[in-house]
């Protein structure tokens, strides 16, 4: 049974950071492309940061030079650094991993970031 499991959300004030972890497990980890993606209420899913099994990020561009993406291969866990945060980074933050050759997806139950002062 494969599970995504993401911690530490919260309630932070404009300016502070947070780190995001998601720990895999039924996978073989190394073999997975790994991503954060956020949705805000009333807005559709999107791309925060992406890994590739090599260690290649991207990043989209309301996050770039604040947000870093990284994974420890041996813990099977993704992390979100985030720093500089704003109140329109506030949504749930998902995990998501893919096995692009074999056409696997699998998603987190999601982790609420809450930016407000």
């Known amino acids: 049974q494969v599970q995504l499991v993401e911690s530490g959300g919260g309630l932070v004030q404009p300016g502070g950071s947070l780190r995001l972890s998601c720990v895999a497990s039924?996978?073989?980890?190394?073999?997975?492309?790994m991503a954060w993606y956020r949705q805000a209420p009333g807005k559709q899913r999107e791309l925060v940061a992406h890994?590739?099994?090599?260690?290649?990020?991207n990043y989209g561009d309301s996050v770039k030079g604040r947000f870093t993406i990284s994974r420890g291969n041996a813990r099977h866990t993704v992390y979100l650094q985030m720093n500089s945060l704003k109140p329109e980074d506030t949504a749930v933050y998902y995990c998501n991993a893919e096995h692009i050759r074999l056409k696997y997806n699998y998603w987190g139950q999601g982790t609420q970031v809450t930016v407000s002062s």
């Open positions: 039924g996978i073989i980890f190394s073999t997975y492309g």
């Open positions: 890994i590739t099994i090599g260690g290649i990020t």
